[in-house]
């Protein structure tokens, strides 16, 4: 798996982490508390391998997974992050098509025997919580069905409902 990290902002006790993924040109975020043992983990797609080992440094557990949307290269990290920590998982229900596609069959890799499943649906819901703290949940359809925008502190973690540099300017 491919995959750089960069620190990209620190904000109060906590800190907010790019781990950026050369293959499909995606970016996961994780926010851990500082000196804390939480993390919460945004897309974790393809660089799941680069996240895991710099949770282990840092000593951290993954409490929470949030997916703005459920295409491979924003998901495939789940089954990783489940068997390592467990950690609760939120996404739209709008994409709960997309979590049961073998997308291995259309040349991503993709587990087709791993489980994607999510925990928490975000549907109706307007924030979501974690020990470090909460996100506003605003749905942004487009790219999915149930592609949503999560902000926190003036960062909007959008997913592919924003491109730069590519599709969609």
């Not at 983990?41 to 000593?59: E, K, N, S």
């Given at each position: 798996?491919?995959?750089?990290?960069?620190?990209?902002?620190?904000?109060?006790?906590?800190?907010?982490?790019?781990?950026?993924?050369?293959?499909?040109?995606?970016?996961?975020?994780?926010?851990?508390?500082?000196?804390?043992?939480?993390?919460?983990?945004?897309?974790?797609?393809?660089?799941?391998?680069?996240?895991?080992?710099?949770?282990?440094?840092?000593?951290?557990?993954?409490?929470?997974?949030?997916?703005?949307?459920?295409?491979?290269?924003?998901?495939?990290?789940?089954?990783?992050?489940?068997?390592?920590?467990?950690?609760?998982?939120?996404?739209?229900?709008?994409?709960?098509?997309?979590?049961?596609?073998?997308?291995?069959?259309?040349?991503?890799?993709?587990?087709?025997?791993?489980?994607?499943?999510?925990?928490?649906?975000?549907?109706?819901?307007?924030?979501?919580?974690?020990?470090?703290?909460?996100?506003?949940?605003?749905?942004t359809p487009g790219h999915t069905?149930?592609?949503?925008?999560?902000?926190?502190?003036?960062?909007?973690?959008?997913?592919?409902?924003?491109?730069?540099?590519?599709?969609?300017?």
């Amino acid at each position: 798996m491919s995959g750089d990290t960069s620190e990209i902002a620190t904000y109060g006790t906590l800190n907010l982490y790019c781990f950026h993924d050369t293959i499909a040109d995606e970016n996961c975020y994780l926010l851990a508390a500082k000196g804390g043992e939480s993390a919460c983990v945004i897309d974790p797609g393809f660089q799941t391998d680069a996240v895991l080992a710099w949770l282990q440094d840092m000593h951290c557990r993954t409490e929470l997974v949030a997916l703005t949307h459920a295409h491979p290269d924003h998901c495939f990290g789940i089954p990783q992050l489940r068997q390592a920590h467990d950690p609760r998982i939120a996404y739209h229900s709008g994409d709960l098509p997309l979590l049961d596609i073998d997308w291995s069959a259309r040349g991503f890799p993709w587990n087709p025997a791993a489980s994607y499943e999510a925990t928490e649906d975000l549907a109706a819901r307007s924030s979501l919580e974690w020990s470090g703290g909460s996100f506003t949940v605003l749905p942004t359809p487009g790219h999915t069905p149930g592609s949503v925008t999560y902000e926190w502190n003036g960062w909007a973690f959008t997913g592919d409902t924003l491109f730069r540099r590519s599709v969609g300017n």
